[in-house]
């Protein structure tokens, strides 16, 4: 890799750090200010279900803080024993965030479902007007840690802090059946609150399901989809040098594109200006597509004779 091509790479990992640190923190204030404030509403307004969201809105704490260590062991510049980078440590932390959300989901679905059979739901206590304002605060306060952490997983292309914006509207969801819950006990049906919460436990499981399986996808090196290789495909064959392709793989390295192909050029062509034509086509995919890490351009002599 040339001088140039690591100082760029070192820079982007250095925003990209700085951009997830900077969400990270935010949330985690966040969510401490929220947790007690739903803890205190929850003890004041004898709710027991806002007293489980709070606990449930800490762990989100315990969430930011592992995405941002696997976020930062996945910045650390390549090494001796990792010539590749540590990109893949940050699909670590979105199967360690994905089996939180899980457990999560299990937790809350193995309740509902307790209540419902055992009719647990007719000796809720009915909590207090402010319960049901903390609900709602929850929700909205939940909702937009969502968007905002989504946006900015979104513009580094970070699957850990995508994990960590589900764990937030995972949170959002428990606070709506929460609400949900408060609600129907005031309003002398305890039960909608079991209900409420089996229909969360579905959307969790299944957020934790999607964001396992992206970060499955990433570790194992999977080709990228067909419309990115038709665009790099199509790079290439821009060049004018260029007489076909002959191989053109791609594998997804953690959130990275590395890519080999290999060119057909004109076999008269001395190996200088073979070597200039595969520079171009390196630094042409490089400059169209900015996902992509390492470029491996491999020169044959075109068959001119069957042209």
């Given at each position: 890799m040339?001088k140039?091509?690591?100082t760029k790479?070192?820079?982007?990992?250095t925003?990209?750090q700085?951009?997830?640190?900077?969400?990270?923190?935010?949330?985690?204030?966040?969510?401490?200010?929220?947790?007690a404030?739903?803890l205190?509403?929850?003890?004041v307004?004898h709710?027991?279900s806002m007293?489980s969201?709070?606990i449930?809105?800490?762990?989100d704490?315990f969430s930011t803080?592992v995405v941002?260590?696997?976020i930062?062991?996945?910045?650390?510049?390549?090494?001796?024993?990792?010539?590749y980078?540590?990109?893949?440590?940050e699909?670590v932390?979105?199967?360690?965030l994905?089996?939180v959300?899980?457990?999560?989901g299990?937790g809350?679905?193995?309740?509902?479902?307790k209540?419902i059979?055992?009719?647990?739901?007719?000796?809720l206590?009915?909590?207090?007007?402010?319960?049901?304002?903390?609900?709602i605060?929850?929700i909205?306060s939940?909702?937009?840690?969502?968007?905002?952490?989504?946006y900015?997983a979104k513009?580094?292309?970070?699957?850990a802090?995508?994990?960590?914006?589900w764990?937030h509207?995972?949170?959002?969801?428990s606070?709506?059946?929460a609400?949900v819950?408060?609600g129907?006990?005031?309003l002398g049906?305890?039960?909608?609150?079991?209900?409420?919460?089996l229909?969360?436990?579905v959307?969790?499981?299944k957020?934790?399901f999607?964001?396992?399986?992206?970060?499955?996808?990433?570790?194992?090196d999977r080709s990228c989809d067909e419309?990115?290789e038709k665009?790099?495909?199509?790079?290439?064959m821009?060049n004018e040098d260029?007489?076909g392709?002959?191989?053109?793989h791609?594998?997804?390295?953690?959130?990275?594109?590395?890519v080999?192909?290999?060119?057909?050029a004109d076999p008269?062509?001395?190996?200088?200006?073979?070597h200039d034509?595969?520079?171009?086509v390196?630094d042409d995919?490089e400059?169209?597509?900015?996902?992509?890490?390492?470029?491996?351009?491999h020169?044959?002599?075109?068959?001119t004779?069957?042209q």
């Amino acid at each position: 890799m040339e001088k140039s091509e690591i100082t760029k790479e070192m820079v982007a990992k250095t925003e990209f750090q700085k951009i997830a640190n900077k969400v990270s923190v935010i949330t985690i204030i966040g969510n401490v200010i929220l947790s007690a404030f739903k803890l205190v509403a929850g003890i004041v307004a004898h709710s027991s279900s806002m007293i489980s969201d709070a606990i449930h809105s800490a762990s989100d704490v315990f969430s930011t803080f592992v995405v941002i260590i696997g976020i930062k062991l996945a910045s650390k510049k390549p090494d001796k024993e990792h010539p590749y980078g540590h990109e893949r440590l940050e699909c670590v932390a979105a199967i360690i965030l994905s089996m939180v959300l899980l457990f999560t989901g299990l937790g809350i679905g193995i309740s509902a479902v307790k209540n419902i059979l055992g009719g647990h739901y007719n000796d809720l206590q009915v909590p207090g007007i402010l319960a049901l304002v903390a609900a709602i605060v929850s929700i909205v306060s939940k909702e937009g840690m969502y968007w905002y952490t989504r946006y900015y997983a979104k513009k580094i292309d970070s699957s850990a802090l995508m994990a960590d914006a589900w764990h937030h509207r995972s949170d959002a969801f428990s606070s709506v059946g929460a609400l949900v819950g408060i609600g129907g006990a005031r309003l002398g049906f305890p039960i909608m609150d079991s209900i409420a919460s089996l229909v969360i436990f579905v959307f969790i499981v299944k957020a934790a399901f999607d964001i396992f399986k992206d970060a499955m996808d990433k570790m194992v090196d999977r080709s990228c989809d067909e419309e990115t290789e038709k665009q790099l495909h199509d790079c290439v064959m821009r060049n004018e040098d260029v007489m076909g392709i002959d191989l053109l793989h791609t594998r997804i390295f953690g959130n990275k594109i590395y890519v080999d192909v290999e060119i057909q050029a004109d076999p008269s062509y001395t190996l200088k200006k073979a070597h200039d034509i595969a520079e171009m086509v390196h630094d042409d995919i490089e400059r169209e597509f900015l996902k992509v890490k390492h470029i491996m351009v491999h020169v044959n002599p075109a068959d001119t004779d069957n042209q």
